[in-house]
């Protein structure tokens, strides 16, 4: 996790670094059309990044990734920071 730093392409490095540790290859693999800067899921967290205010740590984001939901069911992988009815991974604040 990278520390001390604040600006905007840090956060989406530590992102995706806990993105990597949570669901390895399913995620890594995905293409960069699905994960990189301009898709939909980095849309989605640009937005939580804008709303997020630090008080409510227990509030849950979603960040559509239908992808990684593909990959994961195939694999039979049910890993509860990932919304199946919702195609989202789930962040918490």
């Known amino acids: ?9 840090y956060i989406d ?11 390895g290859d ?5 293409p960069i059309s699905s994960t990189g800067p301009g898709s939909k899921f980095m849309d989605d967290f640009e937005l939580v990044k804008k709303t ?3 008080k409510d740590l227990k509030k849950k984001y979603q960040l559509n990734l239908p992808a ?14 990932y919304d ?3 195609h989202s991974v789930l962040v918490r604040g």
């Open 13 to 23: 490095c530590n992102l995706h670094e806990w993105l990597e540790s949570t669901f």
């Open 52 to 54: 997020f205010n630090g």
């Open 26 to 30: 399913a995620f890594t693999r995905l």
């Open 68 to 81: 990684l939901g593909r990959v994961l069911k195939e694999r039979g992988s049910e890993i509860q920071e």
């Open 84 to 86: 199946f009815d919702e």
């Open 1 to 9: 996790m990278i520390r001390g730093k604040s600006g905007s392409t």
